[in-house]
């Protein structure tokens, strides 16, 4: 928060009114336009904002969807080629929203390996992190509910399948699995019954979502952001205001985000889904081959490589969960990968685990692929366990730039290159 | 280099043009999100309804569902024709005819809420004027208000035997929809 006074000027009577009552503009002017934000943030910063155009948009969307849905097992289905089809726009809207999931992911996914380049989950951000964290598992979870609502072949047993990684927890106390999976499902199968309870959660879950997002943006502006340095903020001359610089910024990370998003929405709709989603759901028949959506296959590849039941389960869970310890495992007193060759190369390596780890995800379970989840699945948990703390003690950093602000203007004192010429070059 | 400026300059015509741009762009989106809510695809396939009058005896009405809304049709006795057709002279409330196939200022004749050649047939879209109750008076044993033909038990508005309120708190005539004979037994309504 900023702690020095407020350059906000109330421009009417009308907002004076207001500033002396309720101080939301003067908030919000402190908050979103004379912040200070480091000068040298790159376009992996433009994320945060773009990730809040997708919760908005999916709840936006998600709200219309919900008007003409119905959630029971005889209807889900038709009704969701009653959107496609006959509601005004419907065939628009409904792939906004499901495209928007996975844009979601894409834009979470480089938010998060963002944050771990960086060292951004570093003190004096780990609970930044760890809300991060909270909004990535409800997000897995809402995305989850959410594709359960289409009613297809892939939802039905999508629902089955992961609904039943519970019943692994009868391998510790018998019964209590099952317990919990058909208390899950209102009944002994997935039936219409579960496909209710899980539209009104994944009605739900955006707005917690939401909540966590406040306390993840109050968290970031207490601490500040990190930059591709890694250095504190040590002079007013290291940040800039954040608007118009880091808005605008902001704002052409976000529009080539748009022109990828609208290009899916528009050409390629169904692309991201499956096939098998186009069959109503069927209680009788499994689908040959059982995948989930796109931004599930790394854990699903995780779950599938450990040969027990209980323990695959306890991997891919935690596979999510470890990423709340990062800000403990990492024991280098450098943030960003820049100063830091060996983790630069740790981390690239843990990219490459995560992509290949998604494409061993959506190939059957048979070898080789088993053997090589197995061992990204090592890989993986390497990384936090091993990679993580020991580079941080036996690493020797590059020399750090003395500020953020010598960084982009090097050591001299001098204007950046070009900031003396003329903005206007007729 | 050219260090001055003239005012306005190229950067702010570039900030005004990008942001009505975007401003534009945004409105436009805003349209589907709007539309959507509209009758959809299946509610407007639903728009006409065929109806077979060949089983509505004299004096008997039906109730039938036009575009989910109830619609009376009433195969009136002499006695309610001339009845009506007496009251064209009265004081009315509503004095135009309300019927969508003719003109806004046609009046509220008796002649003018049917159609020529079947005027025994009243068709009317069963909606009380006021805040949208169904009157009573399709069945005999109905309560069919002063004026013999329909009375709201909502807030009293009564309806003569052409369907115009009389007495009440509704402001206008009941609609007559826009339909056609097809054949001496049969219309479309819609």
């Not at chain 1, 119905?70 to 009704?79: I, M, V």
């Not at chain 1, 059982?290 to 991997?315: C, D, H, M």
Request: overall charge neutral.
């Amino acid at each position: 928060m900023a702690h020095n006074e407020s350059s906000y000027q109330p421009k009417s009577r009308f907002a004076k009114w207001w500033d002396e009552r309720l101080p939301v503009a003067r908030m919000m002017h402190g908050q979103f336009v004379e912040f200070p934000t480091p000068r040298n943030l790159n376009y992996m910063w433009t994320f945060g904002g773009i990730l809040m155009f997708c919760l908005a948009a999916q709840i936006v969307t998600g709200v219309v969807l919900a008007m003409h849905f119905t959630p029971s097992a005889a209807e889900a289905f038709n009704s969701v080629q009653h959107i496609k089809r006959d509601v005004n726009y419907g065939w628009m809207i409904q792939a906004f929203h499901a495209v928007g999931a996975s844009m979601f992911f894409v834009a979470v996914y480089l938010h998060i390996f963002r944050g771990l380049y960086y060292g951004s989950y570093k003190a004096p951000r780990e609970v930044l992190w760890i809300l991060g964290v909270l909004i990535f598992l409800a997000m897995m979870a809402t995305a989850f509910l959410g594709y359960a609502l289409p009613w297809g072949q892939m939802s039905f047993w999508g629902v089955t399948v992961i609904t039943n990684l519970f019943s692994s927890l009868n391998e510790i106390i018998p019964g209590m699995g099952t317990g919990i999976v058909e208390w899950l499902w209102g009944g002994y199968a997935v039936t219409g019954v579960t496909l209710n309870r899980f539209f009104s959660l994944h009605y739900l879950l955006p707005f917690v979502i939401a909540g966590l997002v406040i306390l993840h943006i109050w968290a970031l502006h207490v601490a500040g952001q990190n930059n591709p340095t890694g250095l504190d903020v040590k002079a007013k001359s290291d940040t800039v205001p954040m608007y118009p610089f880091a808005i605008a910024k902001d704002a052409v990370g976000m529009f080539v985000f748009l022109l990828l998003f609208a290009w899916f929405v528009f050409f390629m709709p169904d692309y991201l889904g499956h096939a098998d989603n186009f069959t109503p759901a069927n209680p009788l028949v499994t689908p040959p081959h059982i995948v989930p959506e796109w931004y599930f296959l790394p854990f699903y590849a995780i779950l599938r490589a450990i040969p027990s039941k209980l323990g695959g389960v306890v991997a891919m869970v935690s596979a999510v969960l470890i990423l709340l310890f990062v800000p403990w495992l990492d024991t280098s007193r450098v943030r960003s990968a820049k100063y830091r060759p060996w983790y630069k190369l740790a981390f690239w390596a843990f990219v490459f685990t995560c992509v290949a780890l998604g494409w061993l995800g959506s190939k059957p379970a048979e070898q080789p692929y088993v053997f090589w989840s197995q061992f990204f699945t090592l890989a993986y948990f390497a990384f936090f366990l091993i990679a993580l703390p020991v580079l941080g003690l036996i690493e020797t950093p590059r020399t750090l730039p003395r500020s953020i602000s010598e960084s982009v203007l090097g050591s001299g004192s001098g204007m950046p290159v070009g900031a003396a010429a003329s903005p206007e070059k007729r | 280099m050219a260090s001055e400026t003239e005012d306005p300059n190229r950067r702010d015509f570039l900030v005004v043009a990008g942001n009505a741009f975007a401003a534009l762009g945004g409105a436009a989106l805003l349209w589907p999100f709007i539309a959507q809510m509209n009758p959809d695809a299946g509610a407007q396939a639903l728009a006409s309804t065929e109806i077979d009058l060949a089983p509505i005896k004299e004096g008997q009405a039906i109730t039938v569902l036009w575009r989910g809304k109830p619609v009376f049709i009433r195969n009136r006795t002499k006695e309610e024709r001339d009845k009506a057709i007496a009251d064209d002279s009265a004081v009315l409330k509503d004095p135009f005819a309300r019927n969508l196939s003719l003109p806004d200022s046609a009046p509220a004749t008796d002649a003018d809420r049917v159609k020529a050649g079947h005027e025994q047939w009243l068709v009317l879209v069963g909606i009380c004027t006021h805040l949208g109750c169904i009157p009573k008076g399709q069945s005999m044993s109905d309560a069919r208000g002063d004026f013999g033909g329909w009375f709201c038990p909502c807030h009293g508005s009564h309806y003569d035997t052409a369907g115009r309120v009389r007495k009440g708190p509704a402001p206008r005539n009941l609609d007559v929809p826009p339909y056609a004979f097809l054949s001496d037994t049969k219309i479309k309504i819609g």
